[in-house]
């Protein structure tokens, strides 16, 4: 199972938080995500608490889950500048990745 990657955009700041959701919390992400969807309600348009909780492995090992709670829906203009804002950076982001392939194959 892969972990998920989610890019959080904090008041005043224009570089977004990568936070990587690990293998264990993504069954509570996807459960999160698929509520929001069944609102058609889209991600990037609330404002998205994350909490951890403690858990204990079988081999007595503790680490973190975590929880997803929507706390407050954005305006539509909020969520449109949102959505916006995240399709510029993931094509600068796909844009640095294709970079190095272009600098290899020179």
């Known amino acids: 199972m892969i972990s998920v990657l989610l890019f959080l955009l904090r008041p005043n700041s ?3 938080l990568l936070v990587r959701v690990p293998v264990t919390s993504k069954p509570r992400f996807l459960k999160y995500s698929t509520r929001l969807l ?3 309600t889209p991600i990037s348009s609330v404002v998205t608490k994350i909490t951890l909780e403690k858990a204990t492995s ?17 305006s539509p203009e909020e969520a449109a500048q949102a959505r916006a804002f995240g399709q510029q950076f ?3 982001v796909n844009a640095t990745q294709v970079v190095p392939e272009l600098a290899e194959a020179s």
Not at 58 to 67: C, H, R, V
């Open 58 to 74: 079988k081999q007595g090992k503790p680490y973190a889950l975590f929880n997803f709670q929507s706390v407050a829906t954005l």
């Open 14 to 16: 224009i570089i977004p």
């Open 38 to 40: 069944s609102t058609l």
């Open 90 to 92: 993931m094509e600068i």
